[in-house]
């Protein structure tokens, strides 16, 4: 439960911080989606503008070896930490810099919600939304 709260806490950070209002009405529907193993997820809008188009792959989110890969190849372990019928949540915690991020699914449509935050070469926060494939 207190991961949780530590989410809610850096997703209303995170969207105070950058002053951006995010509105997940704004993404495409997603008929087609399917939740599974692997997924390509989209940034379709984010209070950071440079991250609007980045792609992120989940894998192995059925497994307990699951991670994350950015676009600039960096590969990272994700802890799931909460998964009903509808959602799934995973954060990646590099103890190293202090970062985290944490990625909320919908299992149904494959859009997802988006809080980052830490100390990597300066502080920094951000809220992004987008859809998963």
Known sequence: MNIIRVLMVLSFGALFACGSKLDSSSLPQNPQFMMVDNLMCTIKD???????????????????????????GVTSPLQKVFESASTLTVLIIASGSGSVDAFVIDKKNGHFSRAAAGSLAGVYSSASIGTCQ
């Open 46 to 72: 984010s209070s950071d503008k440079k991250e609007i188009g980045e792609k992120i792959t989940l894998m192995g989110l059925s497994t307990t070896q699951s991670k994350a890969k950015y676009e600039s």
